[in-house]
């Protein structure tokens, strides 16, 4: 808040003090400068510096050392190499190993956790959750995964076994553990090595601590850190690779998707869609205003985040009695900024539903959407004021977004086709079922989507016609932990889906002419949601 002059960060809270402990745990993988690069087991200081900075507050992290593609390359056929060993572990050994560096990456949580913090602006809350799916998750693996390599995709029995060569991971910066790391730690469980990069925009220092816990237990771990455009070829077309796991957005997905075409290889493409609530003959609005600020977390920087509500022009009023006050309450800021005279205890951390977005140019790019919504004649609901955040005194707080929400947006701008990536919303009023559909399915494919009405069955009759991979009734939909399956519809998803069992069918080979469940170019396979 602009008058606040009492808010300060706590010592052990601070970036300095955090990497300062991490050093000291995984010393192996740091330089004088920072973190080194992880190839063939080794931690080598090789790379071109390029300085990270915390959208917190505009603050030096430090350096990432960014690889050529030589290097990369290079790395890539090492991988191939340790790959061909690991796929020839017994299953029991790779989940000692794999349940080593779990315990290993719990005893680090709350680092991880502050790491995240500061990389990539989690509130505390958000930030343990990240570390703690991926612990909970891969120990659910751990215990099922037996079963999930004695079957193919009918639950026939089977043996499934590694791929030819190691996974490929291109994520996202902002879901580093429960996306990333978990997805890796399967692919590991299930006999493959490993390839990640790290995101060019945060979470590198969280990712290089994360791995040097697996490395240090044995696991066959590669991780760069480099430009797409400079690492693109060895991580995609590298003849090496057996799979590619990609996390992105559609515009990168739909580049990745083209190196891919001529290869053949094993891909699942994760790409954004225009998530959208359809709110059709519809009254329950206490328990809709829960659901609301829930969807706020994170600033709706995630594949799952609902930007869009398209609503029955009967319950404007009331759609809109309840959402703007959501609105106003919702908190943002510093992550880590507590006040002074507290304990310096994590209890103390503001209970925030978001910090800031991932970068100052995120934020001016969010603008810059909105301004253009704008002109061409969207009706501003709602804009916030920064002035509402909790702040150091004079702090940068270039990469904060205040939510913003727009009614009609039109056809010309940006905001009305594709996913904002931030807190801000927008709104289309609708007078017919089909005018609903048509604009709960305006981006040609989603991840998730949602309908609430009094109706159930007629709502889940409408649900069939969304095209998106989840959708619920009354309720959020997420990617989801453990058995659930995840994917994508249209334009938001390529290649095998993933969750629970299709993850490991994913990553492994099962008997010749076997169907997985994805969106392919010759077939599309979708489980039950």
């Not at 030589?70 to 690991?86: E, L, P, S, Y």
């Not at 020839?88 to 991880?112: C, H, N, P, Q, W």
């Not at 790391?181 to 390839?195: F, I, S």
Request: with cysteine; hydrophobic share 40%; net charge negative.
């Amino acid at each position: 808040m602009s008058d606040d002059t009492t808010l300060h960060v706590p010592e052990h809270f601070t970036w300095s003090a955090v990497t300062g402990r991490v050093r000291d745990l995984v010393g192996e993988a740091f330089t004088d400068d920072g973190p080194a690069n992880l190839i063939d087991g080794e931690w080598r200081a090789v790379g071109t510096p390029s300085e990270q900075i915390s959208p917190n507050d505009g603050s030096s992290l430090g350096t990432m050392l960014k690889l050529d593609a030589a290097t990369a390359t290079d790395a890539v056929q090492r991988a191939a190499q340790t790959h061909r060993g690991w796929a020839g572990t017994e299953l029991d050994e790779r989940r000692r190993k794999v349940s080593a560096s779990l315990d290993a990456i719990e005893g680090a949580r709350d680092d991880l956790a502050l790491l995240l913090a500061w990389e990539i602006g989690k509130p505390w809350k958000a930030a343990c959750s990240d570390v703690d799916r991926a612990i909970s998750g891969v120990r659910w693996y751990v215990d099922e995964i037996e079963g999930m390599l004695a079957r193919d995709v009918e639950g026939a029995p089977a043996k499934r076994v590694p791929l030819e060569g190691p996974v490929s991971n291109i994520a996202s910066w902002n879901y580093p553990m429960s996306v990333q790391v978990h997805a890796e730690l399967v692919q590991l469980l299930a006999g493959n090595g490993v390839v990640a990069k790290t995101p060019t925009q945060g979470g590198w220092m969280t990712l290089t601590v994360a791995h040097a816990l697996m490395a240090r237990e044995g696991l066959p771990v590669t991780l760069l850190s480099g430009d797409g455009s400079e690492l693109s070829d060895a991580l995609i077309r590298s003849p090496e690779i057996g799979a590619l796991a990609f996390v992105g957005g559609r515009s990168n997905g739909g580049k990745v998707a083209a190196q891919l075409a001529d290869t053949g290889k094993r891909h699942m493409l994760e790409q954004e869609g225009l998530n959208t609530w359809g709110i059709w003959e519809f009254s329950d609005w206490e328990s809709f205003s829960e659901i609301l600020k829930k969807g706020f977390e994170y600033a709706k920087q995630r594949c799952t985040a609902y930007p869009r509500f398209v609503v029955q022009r009967k319950l404007v009023d009331q759609f809109l009695a309840t959402y703007l006050p959501v609105l106003d309450g919702v908190r943002f800021g510093h992550p880590l900024a507590v006040e002074q005279g507290s304990s310096g205890s994590t209890d103390d951390l503001p209970a925030l539903d978001f910090g800031p977005l991932i970068s100052a140019s995120k934020a001016q790019e969010l603008d810059d959407s909105v301004e253009e919504a704008l002109r061409h004649g969207a009706v501003p609901m709602y804009r916030g004021s920064k002035d509402n955040g909790t702040f150091l005194p004079g702090q940068d707080t270039s990469a904060y977004h205040a939510p913003v929400s727009m009614l009609a947006p039109p056809g010309a701008s940006r905001l009305m086709h594709e996913e904002p990536f931030g807190p801000v919303d927008s709104i289309v009023v609708v007078d017919t079922e089909a005018e609903l559909l048509a604009n709960m399915n305006a981006s040609n494919g989603a991840l998730v989507a949602s309908i609430a009405s009094d109706d159930t069955a007629h709502a889940e009759r409408l649900a069939e016609q969304v095209q998106a991979f989840k959708v619920g009734i009354n309720k959020l939909r997420s990617r989801g932990d453990k058995d659930e399956a995840f994917g994508g519809r249209g334009e938001s998803w390529k290649g095998a889906f993933v969750g629970g069992e299709y993850l490991v069918q994913a990553v492994t080979e099962g008997p010749p002419g076997e169907n997985l469940y994805g969106n392919f170019p010759g077939y599309h396979r979708y489980p039950a949601t």
